[in-house]
């Protein structure tokens, strides 16, 4: 978990203007000192809240809004304690846990997490899903993954679990409850030949030579295959053979056996992190320049974020449904996205989300989404939309 400084030197005249095209307000910059932080409950382990409060020697606040979370003042540093370091806690903003309650997990669904590292609401979602369902975790960073399988490895939740290092703009490899025509499964596993087995981390020899081969690329491109890096027992994957693990579905299988829920918690300008901008006074405001205000970028970012939005909502079943979250808390990141989306999609069909009734967060320029920030919500920024497949 990281541990922040609190913003000191005046923000930028061209970041104040950048807040003021898209309607912000500065003073969300410097409420920082008052956002408390915030840490989930891992299931079963609440009779632990007396002993992280003995450890941090603070209160712990229940978040009536948000089941499982709790606050703690902003000073307060988890990460050295024992509850933390032995996997009892984790530290995730109360934001970003809206964002997974927006999915409506149920259990038996299976969830497609497209921009998955480090993997905070991953692990969240794995713990709704308790003994049920799968989770397919998708990044493009293939480090950023690898800290991710660490994290299911800490808190020993990865039994359901694929990860893999691939583009979300080009994924296609479906759930793995999918077996309309393989003869697989894990007690069948007699005379198949080439099958996954149980996943180990000490890899066979030739395939350690294949990735040194392909160099140490921590991104992968489009045209790449998707690289499977990590499965769990239950999983689906243990008995399939690549073929079977890897093959892809036309539109119409999709409508059927495409995932329950999708997640594009989309790679953004991270504006809407008040933590992360204030990094920028040690970077230099001539880095935020480069990675947040230049135009540019941000009409790559569009593209990227609409383009991850559409593959995610193509391997969604009819009836499933889909959350768009970013931590920016720019127009163009967010509402001019969706709007986008919702032109080029018929099948798409905004949704409203249940619990939002009961956050504390205000409503987006489009109905039906909505944005967290430090001054409304005491948490992070964020932007949140749901979807639905429909048929027409
Ligand atoms: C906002 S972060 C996701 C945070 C994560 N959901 C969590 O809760 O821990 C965005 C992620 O998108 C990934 N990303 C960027 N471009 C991508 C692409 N084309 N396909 C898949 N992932 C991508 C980045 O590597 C980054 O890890």
Known sequence: ??????????????????????????????????????????????????????????????????????????????????????????????????????????????????????????????????????????????????????????????????????????????????????????????????????????????ERKKANKSGTAQLVSRSQPPELIYYGQHSGVVGLTKGELYRTLSDNEIANHGYDKVLVDAECTHDGSVKHIQKFEDWGWGTLQRRVLDAERTDDLHTLQLNLLTNGFRLLKVGGSLVYSTCSLTIAQNEDVVEQFLKENETAELTEIDAASDWPCKGGRIPKTWRFDPLTSQTSGLFVAKFTKVVI
């Open 1 to 206: 978990m990281e541990e922040e400084h609190a913003a000191k030197a005046p923000l930028p005249d061209a970041f104040l203007q950048f807040l003021e095209t898209n309607g912000l307000d500065p003073s969300i910059y410097t409420a920082i000192d008052s956002t408390p932080r915030y840490i989930r409950l891992k299931p079963g382990f609440e009779s632990c809240i007396e002993e992280v409060e003995a450890e941090v020697k603070c209160k712990l606040e229940k978040l009536e809004w948000l089941p499982g979370f709790y606050s703690l003042p902003p000073h307060v540093q988890i990460a050295g304690s024992r509850a933390y370091r032995e996997g009892k806690i984790y530290g995730i903003d109360a934001a970003s846990g809206a964002a997974v309650m927006a999915l409506n997990i149920s259990p038996g669904d299976h969830v497609l997490d497209l921009c998955a590292a480090p993997g905070a609401k991953l692990c969240m979602i794995l713990d709704l899903l308790g003994d049920s369902g799968s989770v397919a975790g998708v990044d493009v960073a293939r480090h950023r993954l690898a800290a991710c399988r660490t994290m299911l490895q800490k808190y020993m939740i990865g039994g359901r679990c694929r990860l893999f290092v691939a583009d979300g703009t080009a994924f296609s490899v479906i759930p793995s409850g999918f077996c309309s025509d393989c003869k697989s499964c894990e007690s069948g596993l007699e005379g198949r030949v080439d099958v996954f087995k149980e996943w180990t981390s000490r890899r066979p020899w030739k």
